[in-house]
């Protein structure tokens, strides 16, 4: 290791047109300890998380492909947001010993969002970091609270506009969002926004209908009035 003093007094200054201006003074003695490492080691690249969604709320254990880290759980932290995590395990991959994922454990997030997820592993006595901007996402549970217009033709082929919470846009019937009228499922589910999706009715029974959805935790929503 190499330990670098500084003391007291010394002065950060420049020439500007022959005069010496003084643009700090240290005020009290400051000392950093560097470590050498000889080589430079491998820059940590983390890849991905998965599952890359949770709902909010519920503990998940989750799973980070990282190049790079040491796989030693005892080397290594996570956090998602400034939340920590619990490493469980982590395992090089057989054929390549700079690869491998890091498992660990998340208590439920209580706020819906984007979080970045961060290691930190500590390489020949440095602490290092890498970043996953954004690398997971925590839905609100689904919430249907309006739906118009409240009538279409028995055969069917109405497009809905349903209002709400906990809805996953750019998602369909194919990621796991169901809305049921009645007993029968839609096969056109569109999420335009966390708050607001478009559905196209199915062919039904005559008379008001419940109209029930689901998402793909298993969490579901009943509009306040059937429809």
């Not at 056109?188 to 008001?208: A, D, H, Q, W």
């Amino acid at each position: 290791a190499l330990r670098v003093r500084v003391r007291a007094g010394v002065q950060v200054s420049r020439q500007v047109s022959g005069a010496c201006v003084t643009y700090y003074t240290l005020g009290s003695a400051f000392e950093q300890v560097f470590t050498y490492r000889g080589v430079r080691s491998t820059p940590m690249i983390l890849n991905a998380v998965l599952p890359r969604r949770v709902q909010a709320g519920l503990p998940a254990t989750l799973t980070l492909s990282v190049v790079g880290a040491p796989f030693d759980p005892a080397l290594l932290d996570v956090h998602v947001g400034t939340l920590k995590a619990t490493v469980q395990s982590a395992v090089a991959d057989a054929s390549n010993a700079s690869a491998g994922v890091v498992i660990f454990t998340l208590p439920g997030l209580p706020a819906a969002g984007q979080y970045d997820v961060t290691l930190s592993a500590m390489k020949q006595g440095v602490m290092e970091h890498a970043t996953l901007r954004g690398g997971l996402v925590v839905d609100d549970p689904v919430v249907f609270e309006s739906l118009t217009p409240q009538w279409g033709p028995r055969t069917g082929g109405t497009t809905v506009t349903i209002l709400g919470q906990g809805f996953e846009p750019g998602t369909s019937v194919s990621a796991g969002t169901r809305v049921i009228f009645g007993d029968v499922p839609s096969s056109s589910v569109r999420v335009l926004s966390t708050t607001r999706m478009e559905v196209t009715t199915p062919g039904n029974r005559v008379g008001r209908v419940a109209v029930r959805g689901e998402d793909r935790y298993g969490a579901s929503t009943l509009l306040p009035e059937p429809v």
